[in-house]
């Protein structure tokens, strides 16, 4: 810890307070105070932790308008990977193509266990012409998470969003959820957000739950604010000025007009306007609420499920009238639909990545993650394993190089994009990571550090 006078700040310190009879603590973003005299570490001497996450899509991409031209740090994005560079997040991007799941028997079931856990799914029955399956082993946000808790135990082992909420399918696990403890043993998913965000400051659900949506979190620990505010740098008094900001900001977005001001019972906080999901919104407020959370340390392990495997979502902002999956099946190449609703996705992923990168939480919160962009499949047409669709994400504390593209011209497994984001954010893999065909020993070293 480091001191400013006679004030000693630790990493985990919360404000807390009573609002509405329940108990709420307001986690604080890494202060200068927090830190050494550097900047580098924490000041206890540790490192400033790594943070392990999964962003998930459903349903592929179109392969010629997502696959870079040029490799190394010369690539050029074609028109799906452009409102990634389009927000500025190239120096955060390792873009990985030409790699393949090497566990492949049954599309859709097979790439989303072979990209979540580096094996094969584990089928637990027939449904119609198809197969019910869930994952064999733990997904790796969970063998992430497990790691994490044992060595630098945070208040939340996971955390586990969703944005467009699930369809149905009857074929298990895998199609329903990201997050595994192993099988048929899943960590569903919140699709709301203003859950998410109860959870996150010690309120819980309470009903009616107008309280929460008319009152702030923060007017619970305004005089403890004022206190701290009188104690700190010039520095750490902007910083925590732009948390407690980010926190209003998602509180308002919460308890604005169309919001829900009971406890929801359904998927999400915004509802369907004219029948239409609004997705955007949706991921804004998970994606501004996951930030905070990282940046205040809650949790390092994390995952969001933009829409599930096999996705049934309609993205009507890209003028899709029909399901993603159903549109995969019934339009003709070049698939026009198809390609306006990958570009669509990447761009609520570069919101997501953005409000990483623009929250002060130990520096740029980016520059201290290792994150796995992925989908089940390459594409939704052809229901293809090879040429699969992989993002890392983030500096790691600079264990991943970033502005690069790496393309393999062998078909290597995707496994081995597992094992690097997974050694990226500290895990002591040194044997290998993966298991029988999805087994590897070795990651991918041109984008490792």
Known sequence: MRRIGKLTLDRRTLLR?????????????????????NGTALAVGDAIPTRFGVWFWGNGVR???WVPDGTGAGWTPRAEL????DLGLRPWLNVLTGFEIKTATHPHHSGMAGIMTGAHYQQVGTTRDTIVSTFAYPS???VAAQYFMETSPTSYRSLEVAVARFRGTDEGTTFQHLSHNGPNNPNPSEYSASAVFSRLFGMGPTSPQIALARRSVLDAVTDQVTKLQTKLGARDKERLDQHLSSIRNIELRLAAPGSACTTPTDPGDHPDVDGREQIVET????????????????????????????????IWQAGASNSLHQINHDEAPPAPTVHACVVFEMEQL??????????????????????????????????SND???????GKAGGKLRGDYHYRSTTNENASKALLTVLRAAGLPLESGFGYEAGYVTEGVTAVEV
């Open 82 to 85: 452009q409102p990634l560079v």
């Open 63 to 65: 392969r010629e308008h």
């Open 17 to 37: 307070g009573m609002l509405g009879g329940a108990a709420v603590g307001v986690a604080l973003p890494a202060l200068d105070i927090m830190l050494n005299d």
């Open 350 to 383: 570069a919101y997501f990545l953005n409000a990483l990168r623009l929250t002060e939480g130990d520096g740029v919160l980016l520059d201290h993650c290792a994150l796995l962009c992925t989908t089940e499949l390459s594409e939704g047409w052809s229901h």
């Open 283 to 314: 991921n804004q407020a998970m994606s501004d609420l996951m930030a905070v959370a990282l940046a205040c340390n809650l949790t390092r392990a994390f995952s969001v499920m933009f829409s599930t495997a096999g996705s049934g979502v309609v």
């Open 387 to 393: 040429e699969f669709p992989i993002i890392l994400a």
């Open 140 to 142: 790796v946000d969970q």
